[in-house]
């Protein structure tokens, strides 16, 4: 009835010109009706213009859909009266807030379902939910996970509902979410269902899986369920309870990294021990005191919170904005349970040093490729009370003992809820194969490096000032820097030579682990240190040694980290692939759920793992020297040939030798050598049959396992390094571990008193752990068919 005068239907309350009509001149959402009606009635009658008149039964069959419309039309006018009069005291209400204070407000942050979002009533093994039913519960869900801010938006753009409802409170709504994926309504969620709904949607979006495919994805859900679980439940190990997966979820939103959360989880495991209803207290203090259901309390509401949650742990100590670790005015969720175990706040700074004492901003720019700077700069991180700095060694030093001075700057970065045995923890895990005696570059991988890795771990990704980690990038194609990077090197990368407080680990077989790698190999993969570590299949190795992958990835996005969730109503599980991977990117997949993070002795004895390190090494031999550096071709000369290290010869061809060390191999020791395998990464037990019937090689790989013990440059190595050593051997050749009785009387006969040994007197302790290959039976490697170690070609 209305096709005479064309119109739009209202849309919302906004549109003010919502129903139009071909008449310009008329304006007022008021006049409509009455246009509509005129039309209507001028329509009929140019329609019935220049015809015969229509019979009466025609005529009341019109005059009847007029009145009709008349009714319509009064109905609608009546309508839109109310809609006005809505819209006006919507104005007012807008007016009266603006003229008000304005007051900062706080979006609510609410985690994505780490699940997949298919039919909460799937079992295991039946068929999946059509991508319908799962688009429809995604929408749902996110619906439920709406924050208050969208809510309330919603709600004034509404004019069928002008009723403004309550907030909805966080932590209900992932109780919410948790009860949807508890398929059984048994009130936890264990590995199978958590299967379940991630298989059903990667089916979905990506078709069936393969063996390796599901291998992976069990993989997946084991370690997500690791991350879950707290052991709140203590009688059943194998589920994860509501309060459990509202931590994680909440976690997800709302720690500023993943390094983060993994460390405040641990240490809340330690005290659900002695505390089991200690998380539920928890949540019960925080959504009591979560008023507007955002996720974020006031420092007054956090205080009483933490009074209620705390009971029974320690008392509480009112002190400021102590509560508030990054100064945002608000506690959230993470600040909140660090506080309740008792976290405290420890100032982070970065500690300066000019190393040119005030000449490098003398120097023309023309010298330093067009720039100019204040300082060359060296930091250390002061933190704990000590000050941490990479020259060579990796030092732990009081500030006043540091011997570059005083700083020129000291600037105040912020403050860490890490603990002190956190940090060694890390830096010994994490930084000592990287920032290691013979890795020191003054462009590459200097101090500042370091300085920046740690800052990174103590504050969630904050970076040192960029003056300091840029400057090496601005400089390295001035011609002073490259006339002086050898002597900087030697300077800035040499203070771990007898200096204390130097750390590294030689039980590190990380480096050995990426060079056996295949395709087929699950491994972990993260850009940095710092990010949420994922599973990956290795699909292909190239030959500069970089990997392309296949993974799972929730669709629509690539894995952003922890703190970074947005909302999303088509979030689900999907196959990615990524490509050109670096080696350095990868880590091991152990069975024990840890992070991505280094291989050590104790983790290559894992199926996993171990298996990988029983392969053949990819990469081609090459010589290095006792130390471990690689030689070069030395370049002939008739004035004078230095004396073969090993045989003392002076014969001139095909030697090699080693700039860094002055150490020299002759033609002949470089051919036996590359003969014997002893240029490999990983001792055999065919080598060390060999090495006990040549005593010449066997000094020099006797050295240069002393060299990879002596972790602190001190020139004799202690108990727990010669620990390091022997185990690393025998897990190497398979045999059993050498027992502590028996390395330390070994330890004893050399150095009864100091209970350190030096390189002269390390030897007898290296025939004594290799030899063991010779005793009993020959020996056999664990998944192999062979008695022999196939570690090269």
Known sequence: VFSFAPMQRPISGRNRSAFTTPRPIQKTESSWVPITLCCLRRGAEEENMGTEPEPEDKQAELKEAIRATEEDCRRIQKKLAEIRKMRETQERNESQEAAAPEVETRPKVLPLPLLPLESATAKRGSAPGTAREMTTRSKLLCHALATPGEMSQARRKSVVQPKV????????????????????????????ELLDLMESSLIVNSG??????????????????????????????????ESEWVHYMMLQSMAPSYIAARSLNDRLRKKLETHPSLLDNIQRAFSQADKDGDGFLSPACAKVA??????????????????????????????????????????????????????????????????????????????????????????????????????????????????????????????????????YDVLRNNCNCFSNEVVQYLLNGTQIPEEVREQPNLAQHSCILQMSRAALNKWLGGFGDGREGACTRIDDLTAEWRQRLQAGDMVLHREDWIDSPYEAIITKVKEDRTMDLVFFRPSGGNFTGVGNIELDSERSWEV?????????????????????????????????????????CISPEHPFCEKGHQLEPRVSSWI?????????????????????????????????GLALQVFTDLITPGLAKDLLENPLWMTFMSHFYFHKADVSCRGSVSVSEIRWFADSVCLAMDMPRVSDEA????????????????????????????GGVNDGSETRIPFSDSVHFPVNR
Not at 211 to 239: Q, S, Y
Not at 405 to 424: A, D, F, N
Not at 663 to 670: A, H, N, P, Q
Not at 746 to 760: D, G, N, T
């Open 576 to 616: 990615a692939q990524k490509f050109d991977t670096p080696v350095e990117q990868i880590f091991p997949c152990l069975e024990p759920t840890t992070g991505a993070t280094s291989l050590k002795i104790d983790g290559a004895t894992h199926g996993r793992a171990g298996m990988i390190l029983r392969r053949a």
């Open 306 to 439: 933490f009074e209620e949650a705390s009971t029974g742990l320690r008392q509480f100590h009112p002190g400021g904005d102590a509560f508030d670790g990054n100064l945002d005015g608000m506690i959230d969720y993470f600040e909140f349970v660090s506080h309740v175990l008792g976290d405290k706040l420890h100032s982070v700074e970065l500690a300066m040093y000019d190393l040119s004492h005030g000449k490098a901003a003398l120097i023309p720019a023309v010298l330093l490729d067009g720039h100019k700077f204040e300082g060359v700069w060296h930091t250390g991180v002061r933190v704990f009370g000590f000050e941490y700095w990479y020259g060579g060694g990796l030092f732990q030093q009081r500030p006043e003992c540091v011997p570059f001075g005083r700083p020129k700057k000291i600037v105040e970065l912020g403050s860490t809820l890490m603990s002190h045995q956190e940090l060694t923890s890390f830096v010994a895990r994490e930084l000592s194969t990287t920032f290691s005696p013979n890795n």
């Open 743 to 770: 390395l330390n009387h070994e330890i004893f006969q050399i150095s009864p008193i100091a209970q350190r040994v030096p390189m002269s007197e390390f030897e007898s302790i290296f025939v004594t752990v290799i």
């Open 208 to 241: 069936p899986l393969d063996a390796p495919m599901k291998e992976l994805l069990e993989e997946v859900v084991r370690r997500r369920f690791a991350e879950f679980h707290l052991g709140v439940n203590v009688a059943d190990t194998k589920i994860v309870t």
């Open 165 to 192: 409802e309550e907030p909805m409170d966080c932590l209900a709504c992932l109780r919410g979410q948790f009860q949807r994926n508890d398929a059984d309504e048994s009130g936890d969620i264990n590995q199978h």
């Open 640 to 672: 004078h040939v230095p004396p073969c290290s090993l045989c003392a010869s002076v014969t001139d061809g095909g030697r090699m030798h080693c700039p860094k060390c002055q150490f020299e191999l002759c033609g002949k020791c470089v051919e036996d």
